[in-house]
Nanobody, 122 residues
Framework: QVQLVESGGGLAQLGGSLRLSCAAS????????MGWYRQAPGKQRELVAT???????DYADFVTGRFTISRDNAKNTVYLQMNSLKPEDTAVYYC????????????????WGQGTQVTVSS
C-alpha cells in the first residue's frame, strides 16, 4: 500500500503565507514526479506545481513568483511554500506522486493525497 498524507492547510489572510507538506509512505520503489494540484468549488482540478526527481520544477502561471515547490527525496516528501496569497488561491490542494512500487518496479502510476483545504480571506 502507498499513502500520501498532506498537512499544513488552513486559513490565511490576503498577502499571507502557508506551507503545505506531503509525505509518501509504503512500499515505494522510486518516485519520479511529485507535485500539487488544486480544486476550487465548481472548478476543475488544476496543476499548481510539479517537481521531478532530477530537480526540475514547473509552475502554473498563476503562482509563478509566489509559490515554491521543493522536495526531500530521502523522506519522500514534497513541500509547497505559498506566499502572497490571494482569495482566488482558496481551494482544496491535492498532493500527487508518480511512483513505482516494490514488486512492480517497471510500472508507474499516480497516487493522490486526501486533500487539504486552503482558505484565503480578504
Amino acid at each position: 500500500q502507498v499513502q500520501l498524507v498532506e498537512s499544513g492547510g488552513g486559513l490565511a489572510q490576503l498577502g499571507g503565507s502557508l506551507r503545505l507538506s506531503c509525505a509518501a509512505s509504503g512500499s515505494i520503489f522510486s518516485i519520479s514526479a511529485m507535485g500539487w494540484y488544486r480544486q476550487a468549488p465548481g472548478k476543475q482540478r488544476e496543476l499548481v506545481a510539479t517537481s521531478t526527481s532530477g530537480g526540475s520544477t514547473d509552475y502554473a502561471d498563476f503562482v509563478t513568483g509566489r509559490f515554491t515547490i521543493s522536495r526531500d527525496n530521502a523522506k519522500n516528501t514534497v513541500y509547497l511554500q505559498m506566499n502572497s496569497l490571494k482569495p482566488e488561491d482558496t481551494a482544496v490542494y491535492y498532493c500527487y506522486a508518480n511512483l513505482a512500487k516494490y514488486g512492480s518496479s517497471w510500472y508507474r502510476d499516480d497516487y493522490w493525497g486526501q486533500g487539504t483545504q486552503v482558505t484565503v480571506s480578504s
